[in-house]
Structure formats: C-alpha cells, structure tokens
C-alpha cells in the first residue's frame, strides 16, 4: 500500500531563516504529491502539488518542493520563515490511477521570532 | 458560496446519541471525500464518492458509520451510537474527479465532541 512518511513531527526555526520539512513516499510508480498546511482551528489549505512536469514546484506564500525519484521525496522548503508559517504541514499522496488521498503525520512548525 | 461547505461547524452530542454531518462540495465537483483529524491518529480516509460509481467505504472504521450522497452532490455522514472514541474533526472534500492530479479542496471541518 502507498505510504507517505514525514520526518519530525516538531520542527522550529528561527525567523528568516531556511525552512525544511521532510517528506518521503513509497511507490514503486512515482505517485501524485501534495503539501497541505493547517492553521489553527482552520481546514486544510493546498500549498503546491506534483502531477507531472517540471520537478521543482513553486506553491504559495513563497514555498516550494522538488520532487527527487531516485530518492521517492518530496521535500518542501522555504528560503526565509516568517511568523505566519507557523502551522501543521501535512504531505500526502495519490497512488497513480487512484483516486485516494494518504497523509502523512504532519510536522507542526514553530517560527522562533 | 465557493468552497466547500460543511455543517455544523460543532457539535456536542450524548454518548450513544446518532449525529449527521453535512457536506456541500464545490458546485461542478464530481468527487467527494470524508476524512476523521484526531490527535494521535493524524488524518484518516474514511469514505470517497466518484459520481455514480460505488462508493469506496474502506476506510470506515466500523458499521456505526454510514454515508450518503445524494443526486451526485450533498453528502451527509452518519454517526450511529456514538463513542467517546468518535470525537474528531470530520473533514469534507471534493474535487473535479477523473484525474488522481486534481486539486481536492477541503472545507473547515465538524468539531465532533462526544460525553
């Protein structure tokens, strides 16, 4: 069965500086990729995803990821956090040919100011 | 409205109580979803819908649980007898459906809490 790991379920970083958030799938067919963040007591909102195509993903609020098959991740970084990044980030996977959305355990960041 | 749109936001119900949850997807959305946020067990699939085709139900962690869609739009999920265990977020999804690449948007969720 597809599965998405995420490495870290805490992650800070202080204001301005790099953030990364680990994401690794297991497929033998390289599968549909997502981030989704989570701000406190709100749904879930899709901040970029990889179909097919170019291999490094812009999202939105300055996010991006880049999506490596020989290494099945799908790392999601940002040059310089800001304190509205705080949130719980979530990757997720749709097998291809599938219709089904698989979560990983979310990694909630902490901007230190 | 534009998003998908979930009811009711909270709800507070009696051990061994039946509660419905609405949903409303995003006009045109022939895929819809249901999923259960509680801490500990992350974001679990519970139900998916994809127009007129059978409904894919594994993720339903047991037959307390029954959902519904009805003329490929609003769905409601049903809680039968519920749990303590059963205190969750319940999220809501759709999207255009017929490509695994499209977006699926979700709503703001029902705060379930049982006592």
């Known amino acids: 069965a597809q599965s998405v790991t995420q490495l870290g379920s805490h992650v800070s970083v202080s204001e301005g500086a790099l953030v990364l958030l680990r994401c690794n799938y297991s497929?033998?067919?390289?599968?549909?990729l997502f981030w989704y963040v989570q701000y406190p007591n709100q749904g879930l909102q899709l901040l970029l995803k990889?179909?097919?195509?170019?291999?490094l993903v812009k999202g939105i609020n300055g996010f991006e990821a880049e999506f490596k098959k020989s290494e099945t991740s799908f790392h999601l970084t940002k040059p310089s956090a800001h304190m509205s990044d705080a949130a719980e980030y979530f990757c997720?996977?749709?097998?291809?040919?599938?219709?089904?959305?698989?979560f990983g355990t979310g990694t909630r960041l902490t901007i230190i100011p | 409205g534009a998003g998908v749109s979930q009811s009711p936001s909270n709800k507070v119900t009696e051990k061994g109580k039946d509660v419905e949850l609405r949903c409303d997807p995003i006009?045109?959305?022939?895929?819809l979803y249901w999923y259960r946020q509680s801490l500990g067990q992350g974001l679990e699939f519970l139900i998916y819908?994809?127009?007129?085709?059978?409904?894919?139900k594994s993720g339903l962690p047991s037959d307390r649980f029954s959902a519904e869609r009805t003329g490929g739009s609003v769905s409601t999920l049903t809680i039968q007898r519920t749990q303590q265990e059963d205190s969750a977020v319940y999220l809501c999804?759709?999207?255009?459906?017929?490509?695994?690449?499209?977006?699926?948007?979700f709503g703001e969720g029902s705060w379930l809490t049982v006592v």
């Open positions: 997720a996977v749709i097998p291809f040919g599938n219709e089904k959305l698989t």
């Open positions: 999804a759709s999207s255009l459906g017929g490509s695994s690449g499209n977006t699926i948007y």
């Open positions: 497929s033998s067919v390289p599968p549909y």
């Open positions: 990889y179909t097919t195509g170019a291999t």
């Open positions: 819908f994809q127009g007129n085709s059978a409904p894919d």
């Open positions: 006009s045109g959305h022939t895929a």
